[in-house]
Nanobody, 126 residues
Framework: VQLVESGGGLVEAGGSLRLSCAAS????????VGWFRQAPGMEREFVAS????????DYAAVVEGRFTISRDNAKNTVYLQMNSLRPEDTADYSC????????????????????WGQGTQITVSS
């Protein structure tokens, strides 16, 4: 599966952005999906994940309550709605997919995923 992120950009602190992760190749409903981010000089970190069905989600503590992950399998797209953005959210955001056997399982580690997009940059100004 090929993944393409979009929706990144520059936003002021307190603002909102919605990222999209569009898939092609194989039905996206076969994949659990995660969002990860990497700031300069930092390791890639988990942001949010969603199961194949969309019924299961997980969030990093630092974004819970501010970010929402969702998916539309008919459109082969996963979204990350980001509200109340902070300067520390500045990073390159990537989506990743894993062809899980389980419809309601989600995965929160980098190593669980074997398909990655190129990333989209988010910059939050103070």
């Amino acid at each position: 599966v090929q993944l393409v992120e979009s929706g990144g950009g520059l936003v002021e602190a307190g603002g909102s952005l919605r990222l999209s992760c569009a898939a092609s190749g194989r039905p996206f409903s076969d994949y659990a999906v995660g969002w990860f981010r990497q700031a300069p000089g930092m390791e890639r970190e988990f942001v949010a994940s969603i199961s194949r069905s969309g019924k299961g989600t997980d969030y990093a503590a630092v974004v819970e309550g501010r970010f929402t992950i969702s998916r539309d399998n008919a459109k082969n797209t996963v979204y990350l709605q980001m509200n109340s953005l902070r300067p520390e959210d500045t990073a390159d955001y990537s989506c990743a997919a894993y062809a899980s056997l389980f419809t309601d399982a989600w995965f929160s580690t980098v190593g669980a995923y074997d398909n990655w997009g190129q990333g989209t940059q988010i910059t939050v100004s103070s």
